[in-house]
């Protein structure tokens, strides 16, 4: 069963970086593509970034410019390095994957963006 575990949320200011990690395991993680969602509160989980198995990447146009998503497939990790947080970007950060018909997610991560 294909383990996904993210960590790296806690408060931050308006305008602050948090750096969300996503350590995946019994996967042979290069060659599957990876992404990163967020749930707002009451509000349907939505994309942010994903990254396929070469490094091309993609991003919710709300996180454009800001957001980076990146993979180490030596660690079997995807990296979300969050800049310049919005109150907006309060939410449950989840790492998701794909295999054939399968998906997975990780148990989430709490972001929260206030003074």
């Known amino acids: 069963q294909v383990q996904l575990v993210e960590s790296g949320g806690g408060l931050v200011q308006p305008g602050g970086s948090l750096k969300l990690s996503c350590a995946a395991s019994?996967?042979?993680?290069?060659?599957?593509?990876m992404a990163w969602y967020r749930q707002r509160s009451g509000k349907q989980r939505e994309l942010v970034a994903g990254?396929?198995?070469?490094?091309?990447?993609n991003y919710a146009d709300s996180v454009k410019g800001r957001f980076t998503i990146s993979r180490d497939n030596a660690k079997n990790t995807v990296n979300l390095q969050m800049n310049s947080l919005k109150p907006e970007d309060t939410a449950v950060y989840y790492c998701?994957?794909?295999?054939?018909?399968?998906?997975?997610w990780g148990q989430g991560t709490q972001v929260t963006v206030s003074s």
């Open positions: 990254i396929t198995r070469v490094g091309s990447t």
């Open positions: 998701h994957t794909a295999i054939g018909p399968e998906t997975y």
């Open positions: 019994r996967i042979i993680f290069s060659i599957y593509s």
